[in-house]
């Protein structure tokens, strides 16, 4: 939300408890998925670690004419994992509030790794959707980028406008997005509190350059990815096959953590492999 005075986005609190799993001796209670509403308009959504130790976020935005969806998870299932359903239930919600004939959904993703387009399907055939494939070739044809990695696209949702970075380093396909309405920058894997797995090493320090050019030249608030694997023990991270984290850090990240991981990057300098312990990430390269 704008601050009609300042006209910067007002910096709003993300102090939730995340469902992080159950105790392996103990019945799952955790709900398949949470949702946590930022705003009137924003939506935060964690997938359950009892269903999927990825335990993602996606994100759901309202615009005036559409909302976007970005990501769609880890599970495709519907029963196991009902992302049409509460995504439809909060539309229906949002609409009841905002009314309006028609409205759209857009179905984006950060990138085409499988743990953020495994739902998908669900809203195949869903009326007045539209779901952009999250492959290069479909990322790069739908956001005009080309071959141009300064290029910069617009998604207008109806007086809310995203601005979409390609930002490959932990996968090619990668995109940020920066929600201007609500100052949220949407970094994906590639920058979160946990393990931030490097596949192409100048790329992603060339990402990292970027993002901090966007956070220079606009207003933002929160850098949001999609897990979180740190605990709140700097320096040490969930296993990896962890589906009970009951003492995780936040989820949103600060402009200076982001600083933090280009200091990491100038420490680690040419040493481009294993794992590169800091405080408040871990940096893993792998470019074989």
């Not at 939506?43 to 309202?62: H, K, N, T, W, Y």
């Not at 004939?101 to 869903?126: C, N």
Request: hydrophobic share 40%; glycine share 10%.
């Amino acid at each position: 939300m704008i601050d009609f005075v300042t006209g910067r986005p007002i910096a709003r609190d993300i102090d939730v408890a995340w469902i992080h799993g159950s105790p392996p001796e103990e019945p799952n209670t955790d709900p398949a998925i949470a949702v946590f509403g930022y705003d009137e308009h924003t939506f935060v959504l964690r997938q359950s670690m009892s269903i999927d130790r990825e335990a993602p976020f996606l994100f759901l935005l309202f615009g005036n004419s559409r909302a976007v969806l970005i990501d769609t998870g880890a599970t495709a299932s519907a029963d196991l994992f009902p992302l049409r359903r509460v995504v439809d239930g909060l539309v229906d919600r949002w609409r009841a509030a905002h009314p309006r004939p028609d409205y759209g959904l857009l179905v984006l993703h950060s990138h085409v790794h499988y743990d953020h387009i495994a739902a998908d399907a669900q809203f195949t055939g869903r009326p007045d959707t539209q779901i952009v494939g999250a492959d290069l070739r479909s990322v790069r044809e739908y956001f005009g980028f080309g071959d141009n990695p300064g290029a910069v696209a617009y998604v207008d949702l109806g007086g809310r406008v995203l601005e979409c970075f390609g930002t490959p380093g932990h996968h090619e396909s990668a995109v940020t997005y920066y929600d201007g309405y609500a100052g949220l920058l949407l970094t994906g894997d590639t920058v979160y509190p946990g393990r931030l797995y490097v596949n192409d090493w100048p790329a992603f320090v060339g990402t990292i350059d970027r993002l901090l050019a966007i956070c220079r030249d606009r207003p933002v608030v929160h850098l949001l990815g999609c897990h979180i694997e740190m605990t709140t023990q700097p320096g040490v991270d969930y296993p990896v096959e962890a589906n009970y984290q009951p003492d995780e850090v936040p989820l949103q990240m600060t402009v200076g953590q982001l600083r933090d991981i280009r200091a990491a990057i100038e420490r680690i300098g040419e040493k481009l492999s294993g794992r590169q312990v800091f405080d408040d990430f871990i940096i893993c390269v792998d470019t074989d």
